[in-house]
Protein backbone atom coordinates (compact mmCIF):
# COMPACT_ATOMS: atom_id res chain seq x y z
CA UNK A 1 0.00 0.00 0.00
CA UNK A 2 2.70 2.28 0.79
CA UNK A 3 0.87 4.40 3.94
CA UNK A 4 4.14 5.62 5.14
CA UNK A 5 5.47 9.07 4.83
CA UNK A 6 8.51 10.15 5.02
CA UNK A 7 8.58 10.97 9.00
CA UNK A 8 6.70 8.14 9.67
CA UNK A 9 8.49 5.71 7.80
CA UNK A 10 11.98 7.15 9.43
CA UNK A 11 10.36 6.31 12.71
CA UNK A 12 9.11 2.52 11.92
CA UNK A 13 12.88 2.13 10.78
CA UNK A 14 14.13 3.32 13.93
CA UNK A 15 11.60 0.96 15.63
CA UNK A 16 12.76 -2.02 14.12
CA UNK A 17 16.47 -1.47 15.50
CA UNK A 18 15.15 -2.02 19.31
CA UNK A 19 11.14 -3.26 18.94
CA UNK A 20 11.29 -6.57 17.18
CA UNK A 21 9.60 -6.39 13.76
CA UNK A 22 9.07 -2.50 14.99
CA UNK A 23 5.81 -3.91 17.00
CA UNK A 24 4.98 -4.82 20.04
CA UNK A 25 1.99 -7.00 19.65
CA UNK A 26 2.38 -8.94 16.51
CA UNK A 27 -0.62 -7.55 15.08
CA UNK A 28 0.23 -4.67 14.54
CA UNK A 29 2.87 -5.44 12.20
CA UNK A 30 1.19 -4.38 8.41
CA UNK A 31 4.26 -5.04 6.22
CA UNK A 32 7.06 -2.99 5.86
CA UNK A 33 5.83 -0.05 4.07
CA UNK A 34 2.55 -0.09 5.80
CA UNK A 35 2.98 -0.42 9.44
CA UNK A 36 2.43 3.14 10.51
CA UNK A 37 3.62 4.52 13.81
CA UNK A 38 1.58 7.49 15.85
CA UNK A 39 1.97 10.29 17.19
CA UNK A 40 -1.24 11.00 19.19
CA UNK A 41 -4.68 10.37 19.50
CA UNK A 42 -7.52 12.77 19.69
CA UNK A 43 -10.84 11.75 20.20
CA UNK A 44 -11.95 9.73 17.05
CA UNK A 45 -8.86 10.58 15.76
CA UNK A 46 -5.44 9.10 15.36
CA UNK A 47 -2.35 11.16 13.71
CA UNK A 48 0.41 9.56 12.16
CA UNK A 49 4.58 10.96 12.41
CA UNK A 50 3.63 12.95 9.48
CA UNK A 51 0.59 15.29 10.52
CA UNK A 52 -1.72 12.77 8.89
CA UNK A 53 -4.72 12.90 10.63
CA UNK A 54 -7.28 9.34 9.89
CA UNK A 55 -11.21 9.18 11.28
CA UNK A 56 -10.52 6.14 13.47
CA UNK A 57 -12.41 2.77 13.11
CA UNK A 58 -9.14 0.35 15.11
CA UNK A 59 -9.85 2.26 17.89
CA UNK A 60 -7.20 0.47 19.48
CA UNK A 61 -8.84 -2.64 18.20
CA UNK A 62 -11.76 -1.68 20.32
CA UNK A 63 -10.94 -0.45 23.68
CA UNK A 64 -10.91 3.11 23.43
CA UNK A 65 -14.68 3.60 23.72
CA UNK A 66 -15.11 7.37 24.80
CA UNK A 67 -12.25 8.42 22.50
CA UNK A 68 -8.25 8.69 22.16
CA UNK A 69 -7.24 10.79 25.44
CA UNK A 70 -11.07 11.35 26.94
CA UNK A 71 -10.07 14.25 29.25
CA UNK A 72 -12.41 12.45 32.12
CA UNK A 73 -10.04 9.04 32.34
CA UNK A 74 -7.37 11.41 31.82
CA UNK A 75 -7.55 13.45 35.08
CA UNK A 76 -8.70 10.62 37.29
CA UNK A 77 -5.59 8.23 35.76
CA UNK A 78 -3.72 11.28 36.65
CA UNK A 79 -4.67 12.05 40.35
CA UNK A 80 -4.20 8.47 40.24
CA UNK A 81 -0.79 8.17 39.17
CA UNK A 82 -0.13 11.16 42.07
CA UNK A 83 -1.10 8.85 44.80
CA UNK A 84 1.01 5.78 44.17
CA UNK A 85 -0.42 3.11 42.16
CA UNK A 86 0.85 -0.17 43.01
CA UNK A 87 0.73 -1.41 46.99
CA UNK A 88 0.84 -5.14 48.21
CA UNK A 89 -2.76 -4.22 49.64
CA UNK A 90 -6.54 -3.50 48.26
CA UNK A 91 -7.09 -0.21 47.76
CA UNK A 92 -10.36 2.39 47.86
CA UNK A 93 -10.50 2.97 43.80
CA UNK A 94 -10.15 -0.84 43.36
CA UNK A 95 -13.29 -1.25 45.61
CA UNK A 96 -15.18 1.02 43.80
CA UNK A 97 -14.31 0.06 40.73
CA UNK A 98 -15.38 -3.52 41.80
CA UNK A 99 -18.78 -2.18 42.41
CA UNK A 100 -19.38 -0.59 39.36
CA UNK A 101 -18.69 -4.08 37.48
CA UNK A 102 -20.24 -5.75 39.63
CA UNK A 103 -23.98 -3.91 39.55
CA UNK A 104 -23.65 -3.37 35.67
CA UNK A 105 -23.07 -6.68 34.76
CA UNK A 106 -26.15 -9.09 36.05
CA UNK A 107 -24.38 -12.28 36.28
CA UNK A 108 -21.43 -10.86 38.07
CA UNK A 109 -21.93 -11.20 41.58
CA UNK A 110 -17.91 -10.87 42.62
CA UNK A 111 -14.96 -10.43 40.86
CA UNK A 112 -10.72 -10.25 40.72
CA UNK A 113 -9.43 -7.72 37.88
CA UNK A 114 -6.38 -8.41 36.48
CA UNK A 115 -4.05 -6.29 33.36
CA UNK A 116 -5.37 -7.78 30.10
CA UNK A 117 -7.67 -9.92 28.45
CA UNK A 118 -5.34 -12.79 27.94
CA UNK A 119 -4.54 -13.04 31.71
CA UNK A 120 -8.16 -12.88 32.59
CA UNK A 121 -9.35 -15.73 30.23
CA UNK A 122 -6.45 -17.82 31.30
CA UNK A 123 -7.87 -17.19 35.07
CA UNK A 124 -10.89 -17.78 33.95
CA UNK A 125 -10.17 -21.08 32.60
CA UNK A 126 -8.25 -22.41 35.39
CA UNK A 127 -10.89 -21.70 37.66
CA UNK A 128 -13.53 -23.58 35.16
CA UNK A 129 -11.09 -26.37 35.59
CA UNK A 130 -10.66 -26.51 39.17
CA UNK A 131 -14.89 -25.95 40.21
CA UNK A 132 -15.69 -28.61 38.10
CA UNK A 133 -12.68 -31.11 38.31
CA UNK A 134 -12.69 -31.50 34.69
CA UNK A 135 -10.38 -30.61 32.41
CA UNK A 136 -11.60 -29.99 28.81
CA UNK A 137 -12.30 -26.64 27.08
CA UNK A 138 -14.64 -26.15 24.48
CA UNK A 139 -14.25 -23.02 22.19
CA UNK A 140 -15.70 -21.48 19.07
CA UNK A 141 -13.93 -21.80 15.71
CA UNK A 142 -13.09 -18.40 15.10
CA UNK A 143 -12.95 -16.60 18.39
CA UNK A 144 -10.05 -15.25 19.94
CA UNK A 145 -9.30 -15.20 23.87
CA UNK A 146 -5.93 -14.22 23.73
CA UNK A 147 -2.50 -15.16 23.39
CA UNK A 148 -2.30 -18.01 25.84
CA UNK A 149 -1.62 -21.93 25.24
CA UNK A 150 -4.65 -22.91 25.82
CA UNK A 151 -6.98 -20.70 23.44
CA UNK A 152 -4.74 -20.41 20.35
CA UNK A 153 -6.24 -22.86 18.23
CA UNK A 154 -9.20 -22.26 15.34
CA UNK A 155 -8.83 -18.78 15.99
CA UNK A 156 -10.35 -16.64 13.21
CA UNK A 157 -6.91 -16.80 11.22
CA UNK A 158 -7.31 -20.34 11.01
CA UNK A 159 -7.63 -21.78 7.17
CA UNK A 160 -11.35 -22.96 6.47
CA UNK A 161 -9.14 -26.10 4.80
CA UNK A 162 -8.01 -27.09 7.59
CA UNK A 163 -10.74 -27.02 10.22
CA UNK A 164 -11.95 -30.74 9.37
CA UNK A 165 -15.35 -31.80 9.22
CA UNK A 166 -18.13 -29.97 10.70
CA UNK A 167 -19.30 -32.99 12.15
CA UNK A 168 -15.90 -34.02 13.48
CA UNK A 169 -13.88 -30.47 14.15
CA UNK A 170 -9.67 -30.70 14.48
CA UNK A 171 -8.40 -27.83 16.09
CA UNK A 172 -6.24 -25.70 13.83
CA UNK A 173 -3.34 -24.58 16.08
CA UNK A 174 -2.12 -21.10 15.58
CA UNK A 175 1.22 -20.97 16.60
CA UNK A 176 4.67 -23.18 17.19
CA UNK A 177 5.78 -23.59 21.24
CA UNK A 178 2.61 -24.78 22.06
CA UNK A 179 3.28 -28.49 23.93
CA UNK A 180 1.42 -31.22 21.67
CA UNK A 181 -0.47 -31.81 25.27
CA UNK A 182 -2.65 -28.69 25.71
CA UNK A 183 -4.21 -29.28 21.76
CA UNK A 184 -5.32 -32.58 23.43
CA UNK A 185 -7.53 -30.44 26.02
CA UNK A 186 -9.56 -28.04 23.66
CA UNK A 187 -12.42 -29.30 21.53
CA UNK A 188 -13.37 -26.85 18.95
CA UNK A 189 -16.98 -26.08 17.18
CA UNK A 190 -18.27 -24.12 15.09
CA UNK A 191 -20.22 -21.28 15.99
CA UNK A 192 -24.76 -21.12 15.72
CA UNK A 193 -25.09 -24.86 15.33
CA UNK A 194 -26.62 -26.34 18.36
CA UNK A 195 -26.59 -29.68 17.07
CA UNK A 196 -22.39 -29.76 17.18
CA UNK A 197 -22.41 -28.66 20.37
CA UNK A 198 -25.13 -31.05 21.81
CA UNK A 199 -23.09 -33.83 19.63
CA UNK A 200 -20.18 -32.91 21.86
CA UNK A 201 -21.39 -32.45 25.15
CA UNK A 202 -23.64 -36.14 24.23
CA UNK A 203 -20.27 -38.01 23.84
CA UNK A 204 -17.57 -36.37 26.09
CA UNK A 205 -19.69 -33.58 28.32
CA UNK A 206 -19.15 -35.47 31.42
CA UNK A 207 -14.78 -34.25 31.22
CA UNK A 208 -15.64 -30.52 29.81
CA UNK A 209 -14.90 -27.83 32.37
CA UNK A 210 -16.48 -25.13 30.40
CA UNK A 211 -17.49 -23.40 27.39
CA UNK A 212 -15.61 -20.30 26.42
CA UNK A 213 -17.20 -18.29 24.30
CA UNK A 214 -17.82 -14.78 22.66
CA UNK A 215 -20.97 -14.17 22.75
CA UNK A 216 -21.13 -12.70 19.29
CA UNK A 217 -17.79 -13.15 16.99
CA UNK A 218 -15.77 -10.05 18.18
CA UNK A 219 -12.94 -11.32 15.91
CA UNK A 220 -14.53 -12.72 13.18
CA UNK A 221 -16.68 -9.86 11.49
CA UNK A 222 -19.12 -9.57 13.79
CA UNK A 223 -21.15 -12.48 13.74
CA UNK A 224 -24.30 -12.64 15.47
CA UNK A 225 -25.83 -15.20 17.53
CA UNK A 226 -28.78 -16.61 15.64
CA UNK A 227 -32.04 -15.73 17.45
CA UNK A 228 -32.36 -18.78 20.08
CA UNK A 229 -28.87 -20.14 19.69
CA UNK A 230 -27.52 -18.51 23.16
CA UNK A 231 -30.25 -20.04 24.89
CA UNK A 232 -29.60 -23.44 23.14
CA UNK A 233 -26.13 -23.39 24.37
CA UNK A 234 -26.91 -22.29 28.06
CA UNK A 235 -29.67 -25.10 28.58
CA UNK A 236 -27.11 -27.83 27.19
CA UNK A 237 -24.14 -26.09 29.50
CA UNK A 238 -26.58 -26.66 32.31
CA UNK A 239 -27.51 -30.16 30.99
CA UNK A 240 -24.08 -31.20 31.09
CA UNK A 241 -22.60 -29.65 34.20
CA UNK A 242 -20.68 -27.23 31.65
CA UNK A 243 -19.65 -23.77 33.04
CA UNK A 244 -20.04 -21.10 30.25
CA UNK A 245 -17.72 -18.36 29.71
CA UNK A 246 -18.45 -15.35 27.99
CA UNK A 247 -15.34 -14.10 26.80
CA UNK A 248 -16.28 -10.31 26.96
CA UNK A 249 -13.35 -8.47 26.59
CA UNK A 250 -14.63 -6.95 23.38
CA UNK A 251 -18.15 -7.56 23.93
CA UNK A 252 -18.65 -5.87 27.53
CA UNK A 253 -19.59 -2.82 28.45
CA UNK A 254 -19.55 -1.71 24.22
CA UNK A 255 -22.37 -3.59 22.98
CA UNK A 256 -24.44 -2.49 26.08
CA UNK A 257 -23.29 -0.86 29.83
CA UNK A 258 -24.49 -4.79 30.82
CA UNK A 259 -22.85 -5.98 27.94
CA UNK A 260 -24.02 -9.44 26.49
CA UNK A 261 -26.48 -10.28 28.88
CA UNK A 262 -27.98 -7.07 28.25
CA UNK A 263 -28.32 -7.23 24.71
CA UNK A 264 -28.70 -11.37 24.00
CA UNK A 265 -30.92 -12.00 27.61
CA UNK A 266 -28.26 -14.98 28.38
CA UNK A 267 -25.92 -15.19 31.49
CA UNK A 268 -22.92 -16.69 31.36
CA UNK A 269 -21.16 -18.43 34.93
CA UNK A 270 -18.62 -16.67 34.44
CA UNK A 271 -17.29 -14.04 32.16
CA UNK A 272 -13.83 -12.12 31.63
CA UNK A 273 -13.69 -8.16 30.61
CA UNK A 274 -11.12 -5.81 29.38
CA UNK A 275 -11.21 -3.44 26.72
CA UNK A 276 -13.74 -1.18 27.00
CA UNK A 277 -13.58 -1.12 30.89
CA UNK A 278 -10.77 0.90 30.76
CA UNK A 279 -11.09 3.57 27.50
CA UNK A 280 -7.48 2.05 26.46
CA UNK A 281 -5.79 1.85 29.81
CA UNK A 282 -4.97 -1.79 30.56
CA UNK A 283 -7.53 -3.46 33.04
CA UNK A 284 -9.50 -6.54 33.20
CA UNK A 285 -11.38 -9.02 35.73
CA UNK A 286 -12.89 -12.39 35.55
CA UNK A 287 -16.38 -12.09 37.19
CA UNK A 288 -19.32 -14.56 37.92
CA UNK A 289 -21.54 -16.10 39.89
CA UNK A 290 -20.73 -16.82 43.26
CA UNK A 291 -20.77 -20.08 44.16
CA UNK A 292 -17.91 -20.20 41.41
CA UNK A 293 -15.92 -17.21 42.41
CA UNK A 294 -15.99 -18.42 45.63
CA UNK A 295 -13.25 -21.01 44.93
CA UNK A 296 -10.61 -18.46 45.10
CA UNK A 297 -11.58 -17.70 48.45
CA UNK A 298 -11.87 -21.62 49.36
CA UNK A 299 -8.31 -21.99 48.69
CA UNK A 300 -6.41 -23.98 46.60
CA UNK A 301 -7.11 -22.26 43.43
CA UNK A 302 -4.35 -19.97 42.17
CA UNK A 303 -4.92 -16.33 41.12
CA UNK A 304 -2.46 -13.61 41.51
CA UNK A 305 -1.23 -10.61 39.88
CA UNK A 306 0.93 -7.65 41.02
CA UNK A 307 -0.28 -4.73 38.66
CA UNK A 308 -3.61 -6.47 38.89
CA UNK A 309 -6.75 -3.31 40.72
CA UNK A 310 -3.44 -0.93 40.35
CA UNK A 311 -4.64 2.62 40.93
CA UNK A 312 -4.06 4.14 37.61
CA UNK A 313 -5.74 0.89 35.97
CA UNK A 314 -9.18 1.00 38.73
CA UNK A 315 -9.21 5.43 38.35
CA UNK A 316 -9.06 4.22 34.15
CA UNK A 317 -12.38 1.98 34.93
CA UNK A 318 -13.78 4.37 37.02
CA UNK A 319 -13.99 7.31 35.20
CA UNK A 320 -14.88 5.33 31.97
CA UNK A 321 -17.63 3.27 33.84
CA UNK A 322 -19.21 6.52 35.46
CA UNK A 323 -18.95 7.74 31.79
CA UNK A 324 -20.51 5.09 30.05
CA UNK A 325 -23.54 4.19 33.05
CA UNK A 326 -25.08 7.71 31.95
CA UNK A 327 -26.15 6.15 28.43
CA UNK A 328 -25.15 8.71 26.86
CA UNK A 329 -22.48 7.23 25.15
CA UNK A 330 -24.29 4.19 23.59
CA UNK A 331 -27.24 6.04 22.61
CA UNK A 332 -24.85 8.01 20.59
CA UNK A 333 -22.68 5.15 19.33
CA UNK A 334 -26.09 3.19 18.26
CA UNK A 335 -27.37 6.60 16.44
CA UNK A 336 -24.27 6.93 14.58
CA UNK A 337 -22.79 3.44 14.18
CA UNK A 338 -26.68 2.46 13.04
CA UNK A 339 -26.15 5.17 10.33
CA UNK A 340 -22.88 4.32 9.56
CA UNK A 341 -23.83 0.54 8.84
CA UNK A 342 -27.19 1.31 6.71
CA UNK A 343 -25.24 3.50 4.91
CA UNK A 344 -22.02 1.10 4.08
CA UNK A 345 -25.09 -1.32 2.99
CA UNK A 346 -26.33 1.28 0.71
CA UNK A 347 -23.40 1.97 -1.32
CA UNK A 348 -22.54 -1.73 -1.69
CA UNK A 349 -25.96 -2.08 -2.93
CA UNK A 350 -25.66 0.92 -5.09
CA UNK A 351 -22.62 -0.74 -6.68
CA UNK A 352 -24.02 -4.24 -7.18
CA UNK A 353 -21.91 -5.63 -4.99
CA UNK A 354 -22.75 -8.35 -2.63
CA UNK A 355 -22.52 -7.43 0.54
CA UNK A 356 -23.76 -7.41 4.13
CA UNK A 357 -22.74 -5.23 6.83
CA UNK A 358 -22.92 -7.27 10.09
CA UNK A 359 -22.38 -7.12 13.93
CA UNK A 360 -23.84 -4.19 16.49
CA UNK A 361 -23.73 -0.84 15.75
CA UNK A 362 -20.72 -0.14 18.39
CA UNK A 363 -18.86 -3.40 16.68
CA UNK A 364 -19.73 -4.60 12.97
CA UNK A 365 -17.79 -5.59 10.00
CA UNK A 366 -18.56 -5.85 5.83
CA UNK A 367 -18.47 -9.14 4.35
CA UNK A 368 -18.27 -9.11 0.85
CA UNK A 369 -20.63 -12.21 -0.63
CA UNK A 370 -23.79 -13.28 -1.28
CA UNK A 371 -25.43 -14.82 1.80
CA UNK A 372 -24.30 -13.78 5.48
CA UNK A 373 -21.95 -16.28 7.28
CA UNK A 374 -23.23 -17.80 10.53
CA UNK A 375 -19.60 -19.13 11.58
CA UNK A 376 -16.10 -19.31 10.33
CA UNK A 377 -16.35 -21.67 7.91
CA UNK A 378 -19.03 -19.55 5.82
CA UNK A 379 -16.14 -16.54 5.84
CA UNK A 380 -14.57 -18.67 3.03
CA UNK A 381 -17.30 -17.13 0.66
CA UNK A 382 -16.00 -13.39 1.58
CA UNK A 383 -14.20 -11.55 -1.16
CA UNK A 384 -11.00 -10.83 1.23
CA UNK A 385 -9.18 -8.94 -1.75
CA UNK A 386 -11.42 -6.53 -2.90
CA UNK A 387 -12.24 -5.67 0.93
CA UNK A 388 -8.49 -5.46 1.77
CA UNK A 389 -8.47 -3.11 -1.27
CA UNK A 390 -11.38 -0.90 -0.19
CA UNK A 391 -9.42 -0.63 3.08
CA UNK A 392 -6.54 0.95 1.76
CA UNK A 393 -8.09 3.02 -0.56
CA UNK A 394 -10.01 4.21 2.76
CA UNK A 395 -6.77 4.75 4.59
CA UNK A 396 -5.43 6.87 1.96
CA UNK A 397 -8.54 9.09 2.14
CA UNK A 398 -8.04 9.53 5.37
CA UNK A 399 -10.37 6.79 6.94
CA UNK A 400 -9.00 3.89 8.88
CA UNK A 401 -10.47 0.48 9.45
CA UNK A 402 -8.49 -2.26 10.06
CA UNK A 403 -7.41 -3.90 6.67
CA UNK A 404 -9.29 -7.41 7.38
CA UNK A 405 -12.39 -7.23 7.71
CA UNK A 406 -12.24 -10.21 10.12
CA UNK A 407 -11.69 -7.33 12.65
CA UNK A 408 -14.98 -5.16 13.53
CA UNK A 409 -14.73 -1.24 12.77
CA UNK A 410 -15.19 -0.39 16.28
CA UNK A 411 -17.31 3.30 17.06
CA UNK A 412 -16.67 5.55 20.12
CA UNK A 413 -18.71 8.28 21.82
CA UNK A 414 -16.66 10.92 20.08
CA UNK A 415 -17.28 9.87 16.23
CA UNK A 416 -19.42 12.42 14.88
CA UNK A 417 -22.08 12.83 12.13
CA UNK A 418 -19.67 14.68 10.07
CA UNK A 419 -17.46 11.31 10.65
CA UNK A 420 -19.80 9.11 9.17
CA UNK A 421 -20.49 11.36 5.93
CA UNK A 422 -16.72 11.66 5.46
CA UNK A 423 -16.04 7.50 6.15
CA UNK A 424 -19.18 6.64 4.05
CA UNK A 425 -17.35 8.81 0.95
CA UNK A 426 -14.41 7.28 1.59
CA UNK A 427 -15.85 3.76 1.56
CA UNK A 428 -17.73 4.95 -1.89
CA UNK A 429 -14.74 6.22 -3.19
CA UNK A 430 -12.62 3.50 -2.18
CA UNK A 431 -15.37 0.68 -3.77
CA UNK A 432 -15.44 2.50 -6.81
CA UNK A 433 -11.34 2.56 -6.72
CA UNK A 434 -11.15 -1.02 -5.96
CA UNK A 435 -13.66 -2.19 -8.24
CA UNK A 436 -11.39 -0.42 -11.16
C1 LIG B 1 -12.47 -11.63 22.87
C2 LIG B 1 -11.05 -11.41 23.30
N1 LIG B 1 -10.56 -12.05 24.36
C3 LIG B 1 -9.31 -11.88 24.79
C4 LIG B 1 -8.46 -11.01 24.14
C5 LIG B 1 -7.07 -10.81 24.64
O1 LIG B 1 -6.97 -9.56 25.26
P1 LIG B 1 -5.54 -8.87 25.46
O2 LIG B 1 -5.08 -8.47 24.09
O3 LIG B 1 -5.84 -7.71 26.35
O4 LIG B 1 -4.66 -9.85 26.10
C6 LIG B 1 -8.92 -10.31 23.02
C7 LIG B 1 -8.05 -9.37 22.31
O5 LIG B 1 -8.38 -8.83 21.28
C8 LIG B 1 -10.25 -10.52 22.58
O6 LIG B 1 -10.74 -9.89 21.51
Known sequence: MGLQGQETADWFARARTSLVAGVSSGFRYWGDDDTLVIDRGEGAY???????????????FGPVILGHGDAAVASAVAEAAKAGTTFAMTQAREVEAAEKVRDAVGYVDALRFTNTGTEATMHAIRLARAYTGRELIVKYEGCYHGAHDYVLF???SAP??????RRSPVPWQQSSGIPGAIRGLVRTIPFNDADALERLFRSEGHAIAALIAEPMMGNCFGIMPLPGYLEDVRRLCDEHGVLLIFDEVKTGFRIAFGGAEEVFGVSADIGTFAKSMGNGFPVAAIGGKADVMAAWAEGGVMQAGTYSGNGVAAAAANATLDALASGEPHRHMDEIGGALMEGLARICDEFSVPAHVIGHPTMFSVFFGEEPPRDLRDTARHDSALYGRVAAEMIRRGVMPVDDALEPWFLCAAHSVEDVAMSLEAFADGLKAALG
Do not use: E, F, I, K
Open 46 to 60: VYDMDGNRYVDYQMG
Open 154 to 156: STA
Open 160 to 165: VDHLGA
